[in-house]
Nanobody, 111 residues
Framework: QVQLVESGGGLVQPGGSLRLSCAAS????????MGWYRQAPGKQREWVAT???????DYADSVKGRFTISRDVAKNTVYLQMNSLKPEDTAVYYC?????WGVGIQVTVSS
């Protein structure tokens, strides 16, 4: 069955960086669009970034220029490199494809 397993979250100071990984299995990773979403406390889940099967990338305005999404087809893994992190980036981050979601991973940006 489809599995999406996120890793790489944690606590980081404002201005710092983290790289999230999402290991995918149970489907043909190379042909699916992959996405990252996040949900902050008390807020609705929001889209962060998407990478298509051909490598086309798109970002929410709130993260454009700071976050980079990428994928490694050989490893069936999608990444989210997050730089210049801000306290408002604090959220649970989810990996997504089609109707499938990972369980999420906490990212906390705080001094």
């Amino acid at each position: 069955q489809v599995q999406l397993v996120e890793s790489g979250g944690g606590l980081v100071q404002p201005g710092g960086s983290l790289r999230l990984s999402c290991a995918a299995s149970g489907f043909t990773f190379s042909i699916y669009t992959m996405g990252w979403y996040r949900q902050a406390p008390g807020k609705q889940r929001e889209w962060v970034a998407t990478i298509g099967s051909g490598g086309i990338k798109d970002y929410a305005d709130s993260v454009k220029g700071r976050f980079t999404i990428s994928r490694d087809v050989a490893k069936n893994t999608v990444y989210l490199q997050m730089n210049s992190l801000k306290p408002e980036d604090t959220a649970v981050y989810y990996c997504q494809t089609a109707n499938y979601w990972g369980v999420g991973i906490q990212v906390t940006v705080s001094s």
